[in-house]
């Protein structure tokens, strides 16, 4: 862009006079108008001194207006800081660059701006020429990579945490599988206890997240009543599911599946499903737009304080949460943790 701000300067300016005041010709006017480019020059103190036709659109700016007024008054105010930086080293003999935008009813544009002082005898600067280049494209793109990257970002963490939780599922259900076995009301050995639970994780899985034979759409109901029971089935009579039998979305039912998903493994590694006589008490209620669903530990680690540290699992809990226009709040009593999930539900009535 130097080399057309370059350009630009050798059509308009001839001599010193016109770096001050430019007086241009009907042939210059129409060669800068030509360009899409907007082009501009300014005063040392800010004022607008005249700008090509690209530019008068791009501000909103009278052809006819006679300009004068001050240039950083017409930027969008989130700008103006950049601009005023830049303007500063324009004046000091330096050239300068920021990013810009014009909003329009039509949408926002990006600019690029090299603003560049226009220098006299003295190397006195006397005017600064602007010339701004529309990369609203290039914005664009680079956001949407930067999006991309980070999508991967998280999805990488997500699966690290995934695979991390699933050897703490695993051992903890190993550890209540041998306490189960061990029990005189039982003649199965721990292996089949194991396997049993195992599966049923994988059911409830499958219940959530698995798209059966001809598919499903997101807004399709789904019992909470059936789908809770079944995530916490591995955990056995350790987990207390109270509730009655409401409908909600499908894709509300992965929130919840999740939520709980994370509980209980943090349960486990952390909390009440990590001691013998841990327990945990799960219920929720609808009311005509909402669900609220609590979960209540008893019996494990005495919690002092509230843990400083938020894990990756919790983060993402807590966006598909805020994503789903819900709120979650915890509770660390001493007694153990308390956690409240609140979610808008279409569905109100009850399955017959």
């Not at 209620?285 to 005495?302: F, H, K, N, Q």
């Amino acid at each position: 862009m130097e080399t057309a701000a370059g350009i630009y300067a050798r059509i308009m300016f001839s001599d010193a006079v016109s770096l001050v005041d430019p007086q241009l010709s009907d042939l210059q006017k129409a060669m800068l108008d030509a360009t899409p480019d907007c082009i501009k020059v300014v005063s040392v103190d800010g004022k607008l001194l005249t700008m090509n036709r690209a530019g008068c659109v791009a501000l909103n700016v009278p052809e006819t207006s006679g300009f004068g007024m001050p240039w950083l008054s017409l930027l969008p105010e989130d700008v103006r800081p950049a601009g005023m930086e830049a303007l500063r080293l324009a004046a000091a003999g330096q050239n300068a660059r920021f990013g810009g935008k014009s909003i329009s009813p039509i949408g926002t544009v990006y600019w690029d701006n090299l603003l560049t002082p226009l220098i006299g005898a003295g190397n006195q600067v006397l005017s600064i020429l602007c010339v701004s280049r529309d990369v609203t494209e290039k914005t664009l793109l680079e956001r949407q990579l930067e999006e991309a990257v980070q999508r991967e970002k998280l999805l990488a963490g997500e699966m690290r945490h995934r695979i991390k939780n699933i050897f703490s599922v695993v051992s903890g259900l190993i550890s209540i599988a041998e306490k189960q076995a061990a029990s005189a009301d039982t003649t199965d050995t721990a292996t089949d206890i194991l396997r049993g639970k195992l599966d049923a994780l994988s059911r409830a899985s499958d219940a959530i997240f698995a798209r059966q034979t001809g598919g499903w759409r997101d807004a399709d109901p789904v019992d909470v009543a059936l789908v809770v029971p079944s995530v916490l089935q591995p955990y056995g009579d350790r987990c207390t599911v109270i509730g009655n039998s409401v409908l909600t979305r499908r894709d509300s039912m992965t929130t919840f599946a999740l939520f709980l998903h994370e509980l209980a493994t943090n349960s486990v590694k952390y909390g009440a499903l990590s001691r013998d006589e841990g327990n945990v008490l799960i219920r929720w209620v609808a009311s005509d737009s909402t669900i609220d669903l609590t979960w209540i530990e008893t019996g494990g680690p005495p919690v002092w304080a509230t843990p400083k540290h938020r894990g990756f699992g919790t983060e993402m809990v807590d966006r598909m949460v805020r994503s789903a226009q819900g709120t979650i709040n915890r509770t660390w009593c001493p007694e153990g943790l308390m956690v409240n999930l609140h979610v808008p539900n279409i569905y109100t009535s009850s399955p017959s």
